[in-house]
């Protein structure tokens, strides 16, 4: 019963989108254009390149590199392999969602498991510094922009260091060597990356959408429309913030908020890249909580 009085109200609100979105048509069609125009401008420009690099350092066998450096350092301080910094290093320069492309291609070549990669998800989640400098730097001043972003890294590194025990068995053998001819692995990588970055466009288009049906279809003062748009998109929450009249440290706290739980549109980007692996998604959304958490008190703090 529950069920049916759940998908009968799911297709109430889907009639009273379908009739907004008729009558508001235009207004429609400009948060879709808008919505590719940040995607070409902002997400492929940055992602498609990592990805097409992230796949053929992987070729060359790269991950095996920083096993081998980083292999005394991660395992005391973390409990986990010395490739975890590569995972790090790639996804900080990338921004997410790259840690589940990273991390599901090395699950694929069989360089970490499933349970390392899952661990792995709960301290992975950087956003492009590139994004954060350029979002941030309207908002604030040089130096609060800096705090932000570092908080934003460092606080994956307290979690990592926070859950090391829950850190599954650390596989001592090195990754094992890549030997397939480079121009395979860019054909295939182009493939993937082309196929990867449409669900990326999908999603970020729906959830902008989505925030502009309910923060119009609902009367809301613009403090709540800044919340609801930050929890379904970054863009658009940082992007409302901006016209925001309240109290400056309130306002670091709120884009901290936004930046470090990510939004939906993140968390389905990433889901929808495990989709299908055995990498089960659950410990991102724990993970981002956490780093929520932890990042209110260090800005309270700093």
């Not at 297709?11 to 919505?35: E, G, P, V």
Request: aromatic share 14%; glycine share 2%.
């Amino acid at each position: 019963m529950k069920e049916k009085y759940f998908d009968f109200t799911f297709f109430l609100i889907c009639i009273i989108s379908i009739i907004f979105i008729f009558k508001n048509n235009t207004a429609i069609a400009s948060t879709i254009i808008n919505a590719s125009n940040l995607f070409l401008k902002k997400v492929f420009v940055s992602l498609f390149p990592m990805f097409i690099i992230n796949d053929i350092l992987i070729s060359i066998n790269i991950p095996y590199y920083f096993y081998i450096l980083f292999n005394k350092i991660f395992p005391k301080v973390f409990k986990t392999s010395g490739i975890t910094s590569y995972v790090l290093i790639m996804s900080i320069i990338s921004g997410t969602p790259s840690q589940g492309y990273i991390l599901k291609n090395l699950v694929n070549e069989h360089k970490i498991t499933v349970l390392e990669a899952e661990h792995m998800l709960y301290f992975t989640y950087f956003s492009n510094p590139l994004f954060l400098y350029s979002m941030l730097s309207s908002l604030f001043s040089l130096q609060t922009t800096f705090k932000i972003i570092f908080i934003h890294y460092f606080s994956n590194l307290i979690i990592a260091y926070i859950l090391r025990n829950k850190a599954p068995n650390i596989n001592n053998n090195a990754p094992t060597l890549n030997h397939e001819p480079l121009s395979n692995t860019l054909i295939k990588s182009i493939t993937r990356s082309i196929n990867t970055l449409l669900i990326v466009l999908g999603t970020i288009i729906f959830y902008m959408l989505i925030s502009y049906i309910i923060t119009n279809l609902i009367p809301l003062n613009y403090f709540f429309k800044t919340l609801i748009s930050g929890f379904l998109e970054i863009t658009n929450g940082l992007n409302h913030l901006k016209n925001l009249n309240i109290v400056f440290k309130l306002k670091e706290i709120i884009a901290l908020t936004i930046i470090s739980f990510g939004g939906l549109s993140i968390h389905t980007q990433v889901k929808a890249l495990l989709e299908d692996t055995n990498i089960h998604f659950n410990n991102f959304v724990k993970g981002r909580l956490m780093q929520t958490l932890i990042s209110i008190i260090l800005i309270i703090i700093f």
